[in-house]
């Protein structure tokens, strides 16, 4: 029987916790919490619990997650994930700074077009959650543009698997690659998706977190 482990979500940049909904429902009764950049909300819900869990992380969730699961995690499934995102000296594979640097200058000029835009690209045509938090969505932003969890994904002290999509168009193949290599010790299953396996690939998603919690030594 697969050990009672709670299952935490983070989403990524420019969306909020419904993107976990339907993965959720087709966990059926585990154990599942939401945590919350508050790009959309009052205030954010960072708060990872004091007992052991499984984190699954979407984008930039993903990165997050990697910086901070912390020694109560048993397991992390990073969806469209990185160990970085901004290219640097050492890391060419990235998405350019000045990328990121165009999308802060929309957040800061026009927020709900280049949120839409994003939204868009990333392959979601829904309208953009009202109440935007600018402030946050910038820190996050930063976060993609300085990151950088290569070390924390060396040192992870848990199981760390990859979903990715063959035609992401956000974090591409390339980026996925280098961050963890086809016979690295980071196992990475692609499906021919986009960006929101969360939302186009519920039920895959649900099998790998169900598959993960199954291979972990009860607590």
């Given at each position: 029987?697969?050990?009672?482990?709670?299952?935490?979500?983070?989403?990524?940049?420019?969306?909020?916790?419904?993107?976990?909904?339907?993965?959720?429902?087709?966990?059926?009764?585990?154990?599942?919490?939401?945590?919350?950049?508050?790009?959309?909300?009052?205030?954010?819900?960072?708060?990872?619990?004091?007992?052991?869990?499984?984190?699954?992380?979407?984008?930039?969730?993903?990165?997050?997650?990697?910086?901070?699961?912390?020694?109560?995690?048993?397991?992390?499934?990073?969806?469209?994930?990185?160990?970085?995102?901004?290219?640097?000296p050492d890391f060419a594979d990235g998405i350019?700074?000045?990328?990121?640097?165009?999308?802060?200058?929309?957040?800061?000029?026009?927020?709900?077009?280049?949120?839409?835009?994003?939204?868009?690209?990333?392959?979601?045509?829904?309208?953009?959650?009202?109440?935007?938090?600018?402030?946050?969505?910038?820190?996050?932003?930063?976060?993609l543009m300085d990151m950088d969890c290569r070390?924390?994904?060396?040192?992870?002290?848990?199981?760390?698997?990859?979903?990715?999509?063959?035609?992401?168009?956000?974090?591409?193949?390339?980026?996925?690659?280098?961050?963890?290599?086809?016979?690295?010790?980071?196992?990475?299953?692609?499906?021919d998706a986009g960006h929101l396996l969360p939302?186009?690939?519920?039920?895959?998603?649900?099998?790998?977190?169900?598959?993960?919690?199954?291979?972990?030594?009860?607590?």
């Amino acid at each position: 029987m697969a050990p009672a482990l709670p299952i935490i979500f983070m989403h990524g940049w420019a969306f909020d916790p419904t993107v976990w909904e339907q993965t959720r429902a087709a966990l059926g009764p585990m154990e599942t919490r939401c945590l919350d950049f508050g790009f959309f909300s009052p205030r954010a819900d960072l708060d990872l619990p004091a007992r052991p869990y499984v984190g699954v992380g979407h984008s930039l969730g993903a990165l997050w997650l990697l910086r901070h699961h912390g020694p109560h995690c048993r397991g992390l499934l990073l969806i469209n994930g990185f160990s970085r995102f901004g290219a640097g000296p050492d890391f060419a594979d990235g998405i350019s700074p000045r990328i990121i640097a165009r999308m802060r200058t929309g957040l800061r000029h026009a927020p709900e077009g280049m949120l839409r835009t994003f939204r868009q690209r990333a392959g979601i045509d829904t309208p953009v959650p009202p109440h935007i938090a600018c402030d946050r969505l910038e820190q996050g932003l930063a976060a993609l543009m300085d990151m950088d969890c290569r070390p924390d994904l060396r040192h992870a002290p848990c199981p760390v698997n990859v979903m990715a999509g063959t035609h992401d168009a956000i974090a591409p193949p390339g980026l996925t690659r280098a961050c963890f290599p086809p016979h690295g010790p980071v196992p990475t299953r692609w499906l021919d998706a986009g960006h929101l396996l969360p939302l186009t690939h519920a039920a895959d998603c649900a099998r790998a977190i169900t598959d993960l919690t199954r291979r972990i030594p009860p607590p």
